[in-house]
Nanobody, 126 residues
């Protein structure tokens, strides 16, 4: 199975940027669609963005379109999330996840992802 570890979270002022990284081990991530989810304080985990196995297809939640960018490097076994124009409502624990479906495109439901990292905290101050 694949193991995932996030890094790059922290405290940033509104309007600032952060770059999250997800390092995978155990298996090559080229087998998986990869996604980022987040869980704001007191709320349920929600979809943020996903990328297909070969990086050719992405899906974003509307609230981050134009601000966040997902990328992957299958050779390095990493996935990254560039977050610009951060807002206080982006405050959450961010999770990297892997989906081993044979379906062509990336999916958006947390229940469809089999492997998860431990999460990294992102806090955006106003």
């Amino acid at each position: 199975q694949v193991r995932l570890e996030e890094s790059g979270g922290g405290l940033v002022q509104a309007g600032g940027s952060l770059r999250l990284s997800c390092a995978a081990s155990g298996r090559t991530i080229s087998r998986y669609h990869m996604g980022w989810f987040r869980q704001p304080p007191g709320k349920e985990r929600e979809f943020v963005v996903a990328i297909s196995r070969n990086g050719g297809s992405t899906r974003y939640v509307d609230s981050v379109k134009g601000r966040f960018t997902i990328s992957r490097d299958n050779a390095k076994n990493t996935v990254e999330l560039q977050m610009n124009g951060l807002k206080p409502e982006d405050t959450a624990v961010y999770y990297c996840a892997a989906d081993q479906t044979i379906q062509t495109g990336p999916r958006t439901l947390a229940t469809e992802y089999e492997y998860w990292g431990q999460g990294t905290q992102v806090t955006v101050s106003s």
